[in-house]
């Protein structure tokens, strides 16, 4: 009888034991696995950063841009109308979100006040769709005009927004929408460049000089962004773009031998058949993110 009451006893307390000990082994092993997976959001963090340290700064590209002298193009902007195809799929969404922030940040640049309003009002609807449309407000540009608050200070405002995007999107479950949306930023500013080194007047050839080395820089970036990319697109997802961007590369690659580099400066960059090959492939990819339905 004791024995049965000592065994009755002792069975709770040692399913409590096992409960206790199973519970203690998940614990550390949900520690385990949440730590591996800060430990990779963060080294994912830092890859993506080195795309380009001023990639969260939509003015970063555009100040050298200005310091050009070059003339505003509003041909070199995003105009279609095509939100509504982008609001039907989160990856051009984001895409196209990082397409019009370097573009809202060009039109700053011109004073391009009602261009601006429009693009800011187009980026917050697509915002909204990831997400993130607190960042994005139509009526900035003209609250600041009318307050008479200079220009530098909504450029501010600007990348604080393009920073705060990077920190709300930067846990690993939204870190694809986060990589696609600098991808399109990448790109417009890939755009931006080749676009004005083609119609450049070197009147102010020092500028154009420093915005020709920018662009030869970015063969690393690009590499690590297509890594990235690799990393975070879903099983047969964009096999195309991906591919286009591969290419791309490999123009790059070419463009950046010894040989090319020792012959090319701002005066003959736009007769040289490499760099022509680089400016219509960032275009190419820059229309397939713009214009979905481009053959």
Do not use: W
Not at 49 to 76: C, K, W, Y
Not at 171 to 197: C, D, N, P, V, W
């Amino acid at each position: 009888m004791r024995l049965n009451s000592f065994i009755a006893g002792i069975i709770p307390l040692f399913i409590l034991v096992m409960l206790m000990t199973a519970c203690r082994n998940r614990e550390k092993g949900e520690t385990a696995g949440r730590l591996a997976g800060e430990m990779h959001e963060h080294e994912f963090k830092r890859k993506l950063e080195q795309v380009n340290p001023g990639l969260r700064d939509p003015a970063s590209v555009i100040e050298m841009i200005r310091m050009t002298g070059a003339m505003f193009q509003d041909d070199l902007v995003n105009t279609l109308a095509h939100e509504s195809i982008y609001l039907l799929d989160s990856a051009l969404s984001a895409l196209n979100l990082g397409i019009y922030t370097v573009d809202i940040a060009y039109l700053v640049t011109y004073e391009r006040v009602e261009a601006v309003d429009l693009q800011l009002k187009k980026a917050r609807a697509l915002a909204e769709n990831i997400g993130v449309g607190h960042l994005y407000d139509h009526g900035m540009f003209r609250r600041y005009q009318v307050a008479g608050v200079p220009k530098d200070t909504l450029m501010m405002l600007l990348k604080h927004a393009a920073e705060q995007l990077e920190h709300d999107l930067s846990r690993m479950e939204l870190m694809r929408i986060y990589t696609l949306f600098a991808t399109g930023e990448f790109i417009e500013k890939l755009h931006l460049t080749t676009q004005l080194l083609i119609q450049a007047d070197y009147e102010n050839e020092g500028s154009y000089l420093s915005l020709m080395l920018l662009l030869f820089h970015q063969e690393n970036s690009l590499r690590q962004l297509v890594s990235l990319l690799d990393q975070v697109r879903r099983k047969e997802e964009g096999e195309r773009f991906m591919a286009m961007l591969s290419d791309l590369q490999l123009i790059f690659m070419e463009l950046n031998t010894p040989d090319e580099l020792a012959g090319i400066n701002t005066s003959n960059i736009t007769e040289n058949q490499i760099f022509k090959d680089l400016a219509e492939q960032v275009a190419r990819i820059r229309n397939q993110i713009i214009d979905p339905v481009y053959p």
